[in-house]
């Protein structure tokens, strides 16, 4: 579920559920998981969520092991929620 700013709506008079919706339908943009977004995080990123839930031995992982140790530890849920 994607989360929007009631100024869009208040102030600019903007659906935005459903210009995202038409959005989506049009192929403009596309809606990943949370374990698909994280192509968009540098290793610091990653390293801060996996800290936050208290799991060690981050110091010297490389991106690759940090995705590996994001797909064993957490959920699509716990991700979105940190």
């Given amino acids: ?7 869009f709506e208040y102030t600019y008079g903007i659906d935005a559920p459903k210009h995202l919706k038409t959005l989506v339908e049009k192929s403009y943009v596309l809606v990943e998981t949370a374990f698909n977004s994280l192509i ?3 290793a610091t990123m990653k390293k801060n969520i996996l800290k936050s839930k ?8 490389k991106d690759t092991n940090l995705n590996q140790a994001l797909h064993k ?3 699509d849920y716990k991700i979105f929620k940190t």
């Fill in 40 to 42: 968009h995080l540098n």
């Fill in 1 to 7: 579920m994607t989360w929007f700013p009631k100024y």
């Fill in 73 to 75: 530890n957490l959920t």
């Fill in 54 to 61: 208290v799991i060690i031995g981050l110091s010297k992982m």
